[in-house]
């Protein structure tokens, strides 16, 4: 518990008038009684509450100024306080007793302290902080100045935030880009390096995760039609690079030395060549789940497998991992930790596409079930997820709209934010704390969690016709 801390603003007038009570009773032996009133201190005996602090305001009102999380339940709080000596404390004439009973502060609560002459009063109004909104957002830049990159991936690095990725050109000898980019606020980005590929063999496409003090990128692919720029013939990738400044980067797996065949030689001990996977990290282990195939520079079908590294992703190992019979292959999905549980989120196939709403976690990436989803969210891929104070966040993608162009589910980019606060067995679609009209529909959108922080850049959403339109904005959004 936090008390209430008293300025030398208050201090002062209190002392004032300790001392003229003092004087006064020297003076006249016949006024016995204490004038002194108010709080010495104020707070909560409750657990949930130490770490937030109360403090007085100059029209008496005694609040947490760092609100408590969205939907706390303040009907059963115990306050705990000191009073002037002598002096009573009342609520509505009734006494009350410091940590003796709890109450509800869904409201405000008018206490009263009255000296012991019952002349004096001082009325204080605590108000319990509780915010209104699961989270605030904030359009931080309409156009943040990195590229207009098809395929993006984020993080943030040692103050910095990042963005990498890349923009395949027209075909043969078309402007390819493949590029990172980095900002110290999240609102104007400048060029780290539009080598990377040249450089690293950095691709686009790949997933990212931290561990440790290094940034990571795993796999990934170059465009079939690389042709510029000395990049060669496109292929797929299961490298994995790592870096401490998001500047420079090392590649920590072996490459393959006695490779015959089409494209770059792969990895040896890696997990097996793919774009668009997804990656976390569990207590220090990393998961890689699913992903797209790469043939010809270009992907292919979607990948049904897991793997494991042990050594900061150095060396992989295939799981072998039982998702059960009603799983099918999936790309551009999200996997999330909680409470030491892996939870794969959404995706979809290759072509033709179907997109999926389904929810599957495992507790060693080896056995997974498929969680039985009462109110599910909209099936979609390319959105993101992240996990805050108990609930899932789900973010945008490319929503199935439940029509079809011949064997192929039609999608749209979608501005919804959905929540579930039961680990994934139900989501509500919400509007408080959702993201402003002015954040369009996306997918493929790059984010940064920071503690209770969240930053979103670019993406891939459509115009009033339909057609493509590659973003390049920033947002900030803050949890409650």
């Known amino acids: 518990m936090k008390n209430l801390r008293i300025s030398w603003k208050m201090a002062l007038p209190l002392m004032a008038i300790l001392l003229s009570s003092v004087f006064t009773s020297c003076s ?20 949930a509450l130490e770490n937030y602090e109360f403090t007085i305001g100059s029209d008496n009102v005694i609040t947490n100024q760092i609100a408590l999380p969205y939907g706390f339940d303040a009907s059963a709080l115990t306050p705990v306080f000191s009073a002037a000596p002598l002096a009573q404390v009342n609520i509505d004439g009734i006494p009350q007793v410091s940590g003796s009973i709890s109450m509800d502060f869904t409201n405000d609560v008018v206490f009263t302290v009255v000296a012991e002459n019952g002349d004096n009063t001082i009325s204080y109004t605590v108000r319990v902080n509780v915010a209104n909104e699961l989270s605030a957002w904030t359009n931080l830049s309409p156009n943040a100045g990195f590229p207009l990159y098809t395929q993006m991936t984020a993080f ?7 963005v990498v990725g890349g923009l395949k050109g027209a075909a043969v000898y078309g402007d390819h880009e493949a590029g990172i980019y980095s900002s110290t606020d999240g609102v104007a980005f400048t060029e780290v390096s539009s080598t990377i590929f040249q450089d690293y063999g950095i691709a686009v496409g790949s997933a990212t995760v931290k561990h440790g003090d290094k940034q990571l990128l ?21 490298k994995v690079w790592t870096s401490t400044d998001g500047a420079t980067w090392e590649k920590i797996t072996t490459t393959q030395t006695d490779y015959e065949g089409w494209g770059a030689a792969p990895e040896v001990n890696s997990f097996s060549i793919r774009t668009e996977p997804t990656v976390a990290n569990m207590n220090g282990d990393l998961y890689v789940v699913g992903g797209f195939s790469v043939a010809y520079g270009a992907p292919q079908g979607a990948i049904a497998d897991a793997w494991k590294s042990t ?30 549980e892996l939870y794969l989120i959404g995706g979809r196939t290759g072509y033709p596409n179907q997109y999926f709403n389904d929810v599957y976690k495992s507790a060693d990436g080896i056995n997974w079930t498929k969680l039985a989803v009462e109110k599910p969210f909209d099936a979609c891929a390319g959105h993101i997820c992240y996990v805050y104070n108990d609930r899932f966040y789900l973010i945008g993608g490319n929503v199935a709209t439940g029509e079809m162009d ?21 989501w509500t679609k919400v509007t408080e704390g959702a993201l402003p009209e002015g954040f369009a529909g996306r997918a493929g959108h790059a984010f940064v969690k920071d503690g209770n922080v969240v930053h979103i850049f670019g993406g891939k959403g459509a115009e009033a016709d339909g057609t493509a339109k590659i973003l390049t904005d920033s947002w900030k959004g803050t949890l409650n």
């Open 28 to 47: 006249d032996d016949e006024k016995k009684l204490s004038d002194l009133t108010g709080f010495l201190n104020f707070g909560f005996a409750d657990e």
């Open 311 to 340: 050594d900061g992703g150095a060396t992989w190992t295939n799981l072998e991992a039982d998702f059960g019979a009603d799983f099918v292959a999936r790309a551009k999905s999200q996997l999330v930790v909680y409470n030491d």
């Open 218 to 238: 795993l796999g990934g692919l170059s465009y079939s039609d690389y042709f510029g720029g000395g990049t060669g013939d496109g292929n797929g990738v299961n």
């Open 156 to 162: 943030e690095l040692d103050g910095k935030y990042f």
């Open 406 to 426: 011949e064997s192929t589910e039609i999608a749209v980019p979608s501005n919804a934010t959905w929540v579930s606060e039961d680990a994934g067995l139900n």
